[in-house]
């Protein structure tokens, strides 16, 4: 019953804000495409339902890797302002909202992390996917990038076992207050959040009580 109602929710949200969101995608392409080039969509293969990947959607924000390898290639470097203020509103989100129609992700949900990091999860921590990926979710609306892999684990894994279509609300309506603030967009003194390493113990599956 839960996956039905989820998957009503998914879909009425994409429907009901399709509006606004087509309109606004279109004037963003075009505003990338005239500071970054094209493509405008940046994909990039993530990791989801029962491990099984798919290719994430977002507009771009950083301009392409020159392949030299020195400084002009971080990412803070190959942010641009634009891209910047993109990412502190969400807004570079929009495209992945047809991730969700695919059905390849949810609005609510742990975030879909990069492949290469599917063999350093701990079976705990493996745990994340036995839901679809979130657009949001319970570590983005508790801190977002601007906390630990540790702490976000823990809190992936909570909503993993405490997750109902109330807290999903609940999620859905701390997220609009979270982008409004802009918070926790960025790692403390990073342009995004640092590569995950790996763990050397297990991940605790207890969280903070909502």
């Avoid at 963003?28 to 405008?40: C, D, F, H, K, Y």
């Avoid at 979710?137 to 540790?150: D, L, P």
């Avoid at 997220?175 to 409004?180: A, G, I, K, N």
Wanted: hydrophobic share 40%.
């Amino acid at each position: 019953m839960y996956g039905a109602l989820k998957r009503i929710l998914d879909l009425g949200v994409c429907l009901v804000t399709l509006p606004i969101v087509l309109p606004l995608g279109l004037v963003l392409s075009a505003a990338i495409a005239l500071t970054l080039g094209r493509p405008v969509i940046f994909t990039q293969e993530r990791i989801g339902l029962g491990d099984r990947p798919f290719r994430l959607r977002k507009f771009r924000t950083m301009r392409p890797p020159s392949g030299r390898g020195g400084p002009d290639d971080d990412d803070a470097s190959r942010m641009t302002r634009f891209g910047s203020w993109l990412r502190s509103t969400s807004l570079d989100e929009l495209p992945t909202l047809w991730n969700v129609v695919r059905g390849d992700m949810s609005l609510v949900g742990p975030r879909p992390l990069l492949s290469e990091y599917l063999p350093l999860y701990s079976l705990t921590q493996r745990r994340r996917h036995e839901v679809k990926p979130g657009v949001t979710g319970w570590a983005q609306v508790n801190g977002r990038n601007g906390i630990g892999w540790g702490e976000k684990f823990q809190l992936d894994l909570w909503y993993v076992e405490n997750r109902s279509v109330l807290l999903d609300f609940r999620i859905l309506a701390m997220t609009l207050r979270s982008v409004l603030g802009r918070t926790g967009v960025s790692a403390p003194g990073a342009a995004t959040m640092p590569r995950f390493r790996g763990s050397e113990r297990e991940t605790s599956s207890c969280g903070p009580n909502p």
